[in-house]
């Protein structure tokens, strides 16, 4: 019990150190773009899909991640994640015609951040059942002390060694999730879903899995109502702050703000983010406040915040104030967007729920700036896009109130999932997993996970 409580932490660090060498690097997209922009001086339209593909690819490809968790394991998507975004990233390097980079650099190595990003959350699933919102709170931090890093990175490495360096070199960094990822050992629970899933023939229900994939399990999961009222929550929300992410820096410029004024906004959002990921973690780890309440909560503010735009453009010091609260009223949402899958869809579901919702998140990623810039287009204002930005994070409050649910399915597998971490090493899990039932539940616990089990296979 002590050795595998402590191993947990181990497990909290590298998804710590997983979400900084991966995800986080989708926050260097910007200077990425720069370097572009010089290297092939092409259409800044084409130019710019490049880096917006791989800038949501971290989410967009959600589906992608929860398929190879489901099919094999956590620690089997983040080490790939790693082989990935170095084959992207070093192949980027050696492209001499920008319309190449999408295949390497938007898509391979888009999709190898959201393998990395994907597998870290879910592994903690499994290993902190009890308090999963304070350990991905804290997990998800290592995305916002990457936000620091990353950019700040990429610009050094761009001028000292140029664009074809600057890949190559992010490739060897990123490729240390293989590293982080071989620490992601499969728990017993994670061990256990596994021959739930594989229903007593593991290779031939992975070749199916790999042909046709898991149908009835993800239709389950587009079947659950509150989890759908979520994802549309999480596609507003993306909408909306992908718009304003993009649009403040150029607001702020158009009103007299320098440069260097505009990357400090962006620079300080980050420490709001932080700051958000780890008191959102440990505030919805509270059963009186809950995850639902405080991603209502977040989304309003953020919402209200956006819609006062106008007042912080008169000094670089609101500016930065309203960069803060920029970071700290949406950081907390990606903890959030995790927790509350977990509550709604329990375990068993939790990978496949988190491929979903990363869709939505990706998707709105990827068309809330050119919806944005068609409004900007045809109206000539830049309030109207902050209006629309508001307008889609009230949307995402509604419909995150809307979808808190009646029973958390978490909460109803606690217990024995409590029991099955319990197990310890010296038995095999099998032999382990069948006395922590047997003998440790009461009937009536015993006949609700039989309950369980049969509904998610």
Known sequence: MERRGMYSWVVLAASFMTMMFGPSVSYAAGVFHVALLKEFDEDLVLTTWVGSIFGCMFALAGPVASFVINVFSCRTCVVMSGIVMLVGFACSSLVTDIRLLFMTYALVAGLGTCLSGAGAI????????????????LCVAGAG??????????????????FHGAFLITGGLTSHACVTGMLMRPSVIERKRKRDISGGGPLRRKILLLLCGDCSRTEK???????????????????????EYLFLPVFFMKQGA????????????????????????????EEKIGGAILHTSIASIMALFTLFVPLFQSSSYLQILLGFFLGLYTGGVWVLMNTLTLDILGLQNFATGMGVVMLFCGTGHLIGPPIAGAILEATGDYYNVFLFSGAMMFLASALGFLSNPKENTRKCQLDTLTELNMCTDNKSDEVAVTDAIENMLPTERKEREHQLLDESI
């Open 122 to 137: 879910v592994v903690l699933g499994y290993y902190f059942p009890n308090n999963p919102a304070f350990a991905q709170g």
């Open 145 to 162: 002390l990457g936000m620091f890093v990353h950019p700040v990175l990429v610009q050094y490495l761009s001028d000292n060694y140029g």
């Open 221 to 243: 999961v587009v079947k659950n109502i509150s989890f759908l009222l979520f994802a549309f929550s999480i596609f507003c929300f993306s909408l909306g702050s992908s718009a």
């Open 258 to 285: 320098t440069f260097r004024d505009v990357s400090l906004v962006i620079s300080t959002s980050g420490i709001g983010s932080v700051i958000s990921r780890i008191l959102t973690g440990i505030a919805s780890s």
